[in-house]
């Protein structure tokens, strides 16, 4: 094909005219380096010519070491010949928008202290994935490739695998929410389904009110998308109502984001007759409440709380974002987002626009993991695990640390307040000794938080917990020194 | 934990306070139907009462049919009781912004003809499933799994699975791309890569340029990126050069978008010199090239024809945007960008502002498919197999359509243009006769390609070919009476 824009003149010979073509091209860079040219007897056919002039051309160039023949396999370019040209060189660091920029720098992994030998890291709150159950989900990939491999590896819904879609409606009505006026997406994960909402329903400028402190990466998304983040103090359980309807009553406020159960970082529960508050609160303002369900599915009691969307009944105005990734397999990326029937049918444009749907083979192998029923069996496991993973933390921050507060009740982390102490200092300390933790700040929308720490369980031994929080508590009487 | 909002006054028997206290849950929602009270012995410890006083509220809640009892199993909460307070009712579509608004109008799935029975469509330019190989592939994901499962499904990095990457810059280089001062990151599909260069490198306003025709849902991503499109012509053997000049002087252009092999919807392959003096002009005015790798794969020469970006050699003013999902597994949504080094650090924290990473199980399985070697014989067979359907398909125009014009030379589409014909016209009879194709106007820029029309070949029969192809020549004769 690279030879049709070879067209021959009647001055030259046609084999010199053949080898000074294939020369500019390998100059130019378009015959690349150990590229297959076509055989004499090809070449000859497509061009309508002498196969020995093709024959010459070809012994000349190689001659001069500008192409090689390999016996039996054909005739290559040499490597290494197109000439060099001057290099273009965009400047792409000035190109970088707003979001670039903000999404840089808010990246606190760009930020990272770096990673060394030893370290115990009290930073994660990602599943330890040795509880994960690898021989129930080979089962459901092998069951579910079988039954529609095909399908699944092709093209699918925007929307989602429909069989999950069902099973999540199934399960989120045991949580007591009414679906039937609802709907449900797929989304890669809950990062996406609050990018997805923030992308086809605010504008720069628009207010969003959150707990303060709140989810990191939530306010990074806001902040990407140049909202006014209206942050609410917390406190022991919850947002502060009255500071909550101050806000509300100021307007311009889009959407409230909550996280309600262990809530990030502080782990507070947010109790049944105060969600009720906040809910008729929003309603009231009719703000629309997006609640994370984050950490839900650890919630350990014998009367289930339910999710405030609970409340909402046969209304629209709660949109609820689910994903398992806290407890279940976070590296498949699935999450989802349920919600106002029309409301989802426009994000279902949104997510074509974005990345077309989610992976249906992990949709469908997931499916088929949770259909199984060890999913139940799996969150007792995991409940278990991790509380006990608290308790003993708990025990220990008494022990060495005695922090001037702790909030919450349970779940993969513990977030606390310490009296008179910066703890990024603390945190260099610590580091010194080989235990990093996330420091306050970076969960707060206002740069306050910097007396507080989080320290994430869910990776860690309680070998490492003991041994992290007491080298944390010496570094803590170093810095009051 | 429902309890603990509970806080007895003096004047009111305990058990009663229990029972009215239970009671306004239910009501009020927050006690789920079905949902499991705590045992008699439970309540009382945890309240510090005696445990008659729960056995009472209970006792009566029973007979007021509030709860149920099941022997061996525990208390729960009726079913259907919550009051029916006043319905939320949020207006979400008076809330969707500018970008939810296109993401809707531009997602011609939402504007599809329906589907009904024994359709012939020429619609899709999908992959045909059935060439997949499924029992490498269950290989590919057991071998994977069994080496690091527990990674794989735990979360993972930004720009991808490093083998895979690694795979994937040591296969570019071999398209006669100098990689060395490039980086990749791993998306979900072109689709995204697209989407995250225009968040990260783009303003509403900012001038593209793309051939015109070109690929709707790229249209779809700049429109709701809110980018003005410059189109530019297209001839028999792509871009139409002087006019690229014209646009690219008149300045606000922030990219070029091109797609050089078997353009979609063209079917055009951009000559090797044409893409040199393409190259060159975009060079000449600083501005940076987006190439979509679309089709590249299924290139059947003896002389390979480079990429674009091999052009670039150390320059860095070519980004390429790769994806198999036109021949392999487009269900597990992988693609990827190839870009400068810098540049690809900045999508790194952009993709984390979007999904934080995509799906480690599918890149894994992914890699570990593409490293057995069967992917090399996967792609013979694939071109072998869609150039037969290609050239049947164009025997078949060539004997019922007879269109003013073919443009292009393969790939899994033809797309061609009928004198005096409006194609919509054309789609509304063929429908009739159970045949569609997608009408050349959904691929423009200006609202042109009246005239044309898109065959997809990928999913249709040889048989269904030549009995769709026949239909729509008949249809063309009904719509020249």
Chains 1, 2 share one sequence.
């Not at 949580?175 to 006026?181: F, L, R, S």
């Not at 235990?435 to 507080?452: H, Q, R, W």
């Not at 992290?468 to 170093?478: A, F, M, R, V």
Request: glycine share 8%; aromatic share 10%.
């Amino acid at each position: 094909m690279i030879f049709s824009g070879l067209n021959f003149n009647d001055e030259e010979p046609v084999y010199l005219q053949i080898e000074n073509y294939i020369k500019s091209m390998v100059k130019s860079g378009m015959l690349v380096s150990n590229g297959k040219l076509p055989s004499s007897r090809e070449l000859s056919k497509l061009l309508e010519i002498s196969r020995n002039c093709v024959i010459t051309a070809y012994e000349n160039l190689e001659d001069k070491k500008i192409i090689y023949t390999i016996k039996g396999k054909g005739t290559f370019i040499s490597p290494g010949q197109s000439s060099d040209i001057d290099e273009w060189k965009v400047s792409w660091d000035e190109r970088i928008n707003t979001y670039g920029h903000l999404a840089y720098e808010l990246d606190i992994v760009k930020h990272e202290i770096p990673w060394k030998k030893n370290l115990i890291s009290f930073k994660s709150i990602s599943p330890d994935g040795e509880l994960f159950d690898m021989e129930e989900f080979k089962k459901a990939f092998l069951n579910r490739i079988s039954l529609e491999g095909h399908k699944l590896l092709n093209y699918g819904y925007a929307k989602g695998y429909k069989p999950l879609m069902d099973f999540l409606l199934e399960y989120m009505s045991t949580k007591g929410i009414k679906t039937d006026n609802k709907d449900t997406i797929i989304t890669n994960g809950f990062t996406e389904g609050l990018e997805m909402l923030l992308t086809a329903y605010t504008n720069p400028g628009d207010g969003i009110i959150c707990e303060n402190p709140t989810h990191n990466t939530a306010i990074k998304i806001m902040r990407v998308h140049g909202l006014n983040i209206v942050g609410v103090s917390m406190k022991q359980d919850g947002v502060d109502i009255n500071e909550l309807e101050s806000k509300l009553k100021s307007g311009g406020i889009k959407f409230g984001y909550l996280i309600p159960s262990y809530h990030n970082p502080t782990g507070i529960i947010m109790k049944a007759e105060k969600r009720y508050s906040v809910y008729n609160m929003f309603k009231k303002y009719n703000v629309p409440i997006i609640e994370d369900g984050f950490n839900e599915e650890l919630l350990y009691n014998s009367a289930q709380i339910s999710p405030i969307m609970a409340l909402d009944k046969g209304g629209n105005g709660v949109v609820y974002i689910g994903s398992f990734s806290k407890i279940l397999f976070p590296g498949i990326r699935v999450g989802w987002i349920l919600g106002d029937r029309k409301m989802i049918e426009t994000l279902e444009s949104v997510k074509r626009c974005k990345n077309i749907h989610t992976s249906f083979l992990d949709q469908g192998v997931l499916y088929e993991y949770l259909k199984s029923g060890d999913f139940e069996k799996y969150i007792k496991r995991t409940r278990k695990f991790y509380k006990e993973k608290y308790e003993f933390a708990l025990n220990c921050i008494e022990r060495f640390i005695k922090p001037a507060s702790i909030f919450g009740e349970g779940g993969m982390h513990i977030y606390m307040e310490l009296e008179g102490i910066d703890s990024r200092e603390l945190l260099e300390k610590c580091y010194k000794k080989n235990v990093i933790f996330t420091p306050g700040d970076v969960f707060t929308v206002d740069n306050t938080g910097k007396n507080a720490l989080r320290l994430g369980l869910s990776r860690v031994s309680l070998e490492e917990i003991e041994k992290g929080i007491k080298i944390i508590g010496e570094c803590l009487n170093d810095c009051k020194k």
